[in-house]
DNA sequence: AATGAATGAGACTTCATTCAT
DNA sequence: TATGAATGAAGTCTCATTCAT
């Protein structure tokens, strides 16, 4: 039920009115409650979030959420789910497979970089999942099924790229994806306190670019063979 | 229940200091605050930790925390002080200037990695200070003071180990640094999640070993000579 | 426990009304909860006042109060506007124009008086608002408009009573107005002190119809002509 | 113990050292605690009134007014019976006696006038205390002695001025206290909402000057032989 | 005499959640 | 489906007061 189906019409009722105000759109209210509580949730973290105001930013009945989603916890646990999914489904689309290794791991990185840029909140996300211990996530089904094949992927990447001589063998796909991630991902979520540390403009556009590029010569260092 | 004794009258400064609960004492007082509020902060969050949990932990009269800290964010930024006084000062007397640059940058990495892995609260309160995006080490004098010359010290060891040939010269110390916490520090705040999608144990012994080597050997990468 | 039956299946709108105490109506409960602050804040000052004494008084929920008014301050503003609305009402209600002069002034007092003695939280509130130097009504657009035209009412008394020849002319309307009201509040306002002092009942019988007497022989001295 | 006993000075051991800030002086403790706590009372009323805020006004430590006031409540009436202590005494020092009866209804007036805008406190005291049913001073031995013999003085002067033909027969001296300082009282104490109901400055040099004038008059008035 | 530390009760307010329509 | 009203628990913070030095 918490399915969001984004697409589907629903001919409802022959469109007796037009409804000015689109009331009693279920998929719709769903859709808004997930959109106002990631914000929130990202903001201000699972403890710090108000079901109120989510219920205000969404425009909707607080009662609604409660509808659709039973409770705090489990909607953040549908938050949580719909960041994931976004994010891999996005990164499934990439078809790697069809790219030159070296290519293939950078593009895979100016995608991540992208990602976190454009959805920061899913670094938030993540941050405060793990806070909590994963115990959101751990219960989800399809939180797992998200991520079957889904370090293949990168493995298949790192073969070709021995078979061509572009990397070294003995490289752990799984060491190498969360090095990946994590030199993106720390510099961007913990930029507040890095920028009161270090005294530049994280989001500068120079300093974005910097980064990346040391990013992406970082891990394609480890990777070379030696 | 707070006083030990009722009646008796001490002779005023003349045991040697028996009493095993030392009452009245601010400062150990205070200590005993900061210490259990890192522990809740560091486990829920700043929205999610409860003065009154705190007060408990700290086995002090909750007015307490209002008398020396004023209220929770004040209390919040005295924790984050704290715990990053205390990595930055352990960090200091590494004394790395007198290792080779080599052995400087393992030291450090290692010294990182360990820091982490003991004081796991330090990366929940880095996390939570940025979702709140920096808002209370930035009004912070200390925090400033904190890593004035901080980022010094690294680059004095790039330039030894350029000098010396071990590095490749045009290495950004503030990147370098960033990268260097990111691997570890990525690893272990993530884990929860990355247990549940990868499905090992991160904190297993041969884990944690085989991460830091492989960290290791990313930063020493980048830093190579080409 | 609010609820009074929880598996009837009213017919809606069909029973005229014979639900004995009305749940869900927002309206009675804000009404309930203004009397119960009233009485409370009168009783205690604004200070003094005890939020869940007021729920617990108006039998609702204190959630309620926020609900509704926000907060004590608010609250009491609002408390405020109610007694002042009440009493300018009921005294533009004596339609003082169709009574001779003298008449007009004597029942003015009678009514100031006997509204006193009905409403004796309306002297306390007053004194309560003077004592935050008049910052809730201050606040009041409705309060303002309140006063709008009163004064006009009693210098049409006071001009009438001159063109008669029962007044002197240049007595001015505000301070007679004052005045008028003073002697009457001053009386039942200070009366627990005052019966200290004087030893006498205040509120026997024979003292309030000898104060009211005096009181507006006292008003008609200064008016009549020499 | 709580009395203040002002004039006596103790010679303090001899005055070993000058005590340049002068530290444990009871009497001057007692003193600023009762002036911090009639500022504090008549600005928040007893309900809002802070035992920490009147200590850090008064300079003392907190301790020392239960040392010397056993509680808030005490302290209070002891701020009453001082207030009331000093009215009194100054409006015996007018000898009105000696003055013909018409001017020494208006030096009393007068100086009832200047009274309270000199001590603006102690209208709110007397607010304060009727809104407590005059709890304290009833308690209180040493309120009741200081009117004895208060009303008997205006008696005389009425005795006088009837006698003289100035003033009517048959006035009561009781009513003509209370209607004597209600319209001073009145229009002071309920200045704030004044203000805003009838749009000028009370406490304007004009405006005050008129406003006595005005009262001076209507008790004339009321004294005046038919 | 004076002080700073400590306390427990209770203040206002907010929250997640359920009820009734 | 949707909504507004209502609730009880709990949260942060304040207060008058006492304890120990």
Do not use: C
């Amino acid at each position: 039920m918490p399915t969001t189906s984004q697409d589907e019409k629903i001919p409802r009722k022959k469109a007796v009115r037009d409804a000015p105000k689109r009331l009693r759109d279920p998929v719709q209210t769903q859709a808004k409650i997930l959109a106002a509580a990631k914000a929130e949730f990202s903001k201000v973290g699972l403890g710090g979030a108000r079901i109120e105001s989510i219920a205000e930013k969404a425009g909707v009945n607080k009662r609604m959420i409660y509808e659709y989603f039973k409770g705090k916890e489990e909607l953040f646990q549908s938050v949580l789910e719909e960041a994931w999914t976004s994010i891999r489904t996005a990164e499934s689309e990439l078809e790697l497979d069809h790219l030159a290794p070296v290519d293939a791991i950078r593009a895979l990185m100016k995608f991540t970089w992208d990602y976190y840029l454009k959805h920061p909140e899913f670094m938030s996300l993540v941050n405060s999942e793990n806070l909590h211990r994963a115990r959101h996530v751990r219960k989800s089904q399809r939180f797992r099924e998200l991520h079957t094949g889904f370090i293949d992927m990168l493995q298949r990447i790192l073969d070709r790229g021995v078979a061509s001589g572009d990397f070294r063998p003995g490289v752990d796909a799984r060491q190498l994806h969360l090095t990946l991630a994590a030199v993106g991902y720390y510099y961007l979520t913990n930029r507040h306190t890095g920028e009161v540390i270090f005294g530049f403009d994280f989001l500068a556009k120079e300093a974005l670019q910097a980064r990346l590029e040391f990013n992406i010569d970082t891990v394609l260092s480890v990777l070379r063979p030696r």
